[in-house]
């Protein structure tokens, strides 16, 4: 049985990967930070649906890249990892603050790069291990007022491009999924008119729902997809790429 570990199951992009992968026959890790909630309700729901397989929750602050062995430790098996984790700061960035950088930097990018460390034996042993980062379409084409999420998310960009030339002969792909506008909770900052006007720059003509994400995300942790490496996939119906 194949396990996938999705950091952020908590948040409506990873917890659509978790609902999709678990369709796909995957057994799953679903980590949250804050939010026990909704990954209490995924395992529910998904051990009723596919009841052989095994369905587990983890907790972890990625602002603490010190002790990940005690999230390590719990896990046996580890096929995939999904980093759907992920936050802002929405400000001019003349105004931001050393701890907003180093959150925003921690969360997205060290944290996630020392879990790898220690998780890359794990996912070498089936011969078609898989990585992915939910990016971002700003990671890309930049953002004002989003500077600092811009420029952490163009690093995960940089990342994978250089991470998977070192594990390629290990059969692991490592790839950005990099959504444009998702209609999640991330958004509720903003209000009604704001999100208008963002709408209405999207050629498609809507907000991506967590589903379009999570299809990219599962269609790259099949065995299928194991030519595609180092890459980012702008999913953002037709917006800024
Ligand atoms: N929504 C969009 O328009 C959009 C567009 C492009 C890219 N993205 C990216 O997509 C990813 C998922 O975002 P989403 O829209 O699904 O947001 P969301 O629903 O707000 O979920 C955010 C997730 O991140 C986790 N998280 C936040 N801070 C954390 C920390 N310090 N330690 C561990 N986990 C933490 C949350 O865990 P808890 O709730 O349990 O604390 C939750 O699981 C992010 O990387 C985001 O940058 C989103």
Redesign the pocket.
């Known amino acids: 049985m194949s396990f996938a570990l999705i ?8 917890g659509a990967c978790a609902k999709r992968l678990a369709a796909q026959g995957w057994s799953l890790y679903l ?6 909630a909704p990954v209490t309700a995924l395992v529910a729901e998904l051990t009723t649906a596919y009841p052989k397989q095994d369905f587990l929750k983890v907790q ?4 603490d890249e010190m002790h990940l062995d005690q999230l390590t430790d719990q896990l046996f098996s580890v096929d995939a990892v999904i980093f ?5 700061y929405y400000h001019l960035f003349q105004e931001t603050t050393v701890p907003e950088l180093t ?1 925003l930097m921690q ?2 990018l060290l944290t996630p790069m020392v879990l790898l460390t220690k998780l890359q034996a794990k996912l070498s042993v089936s011969g078609h291990g898989r990585i992915i980062f ?5 990671g890309g084409s930049g953002s004002a007022m989003e500077v600092a999420y811009s420029t952490v ?1 163009g690093a995960q960009s940089a990342f994978v491009r250089a991470y998977a030339k070192e594990v390629a002969s290990l059969g692991i792909t490592v790839n950005v999924v ?5 209609a ?4 509720k900052m903003f209000d009604a008119p704001a999100l208008a006007a963002v709408q209405a720059e999207i050629p498609a003509g809507r907000f991506a729902a ?1 589903a379009d994400i999570s299809y990219y995300v599962a269609s790259l942790c099949s065995q299928e997809a194991a030519y595609l490496t180092g890459q980012t996939l702008y999913v953002t119906g037709g917006w800024l790429r």
């Open positions: 950091i952020g199951a908590s948040g409506d992009i990873g980590h949250y930070d804050q939010h026990e972890y602050d990625l602002t759907a984790a992920g936050m802002t959150t969360v997205h939910i990016g971002s379409v700003y998310k990099a959504p444009g506008a998702v999640t909770k991330m958004n967590p």
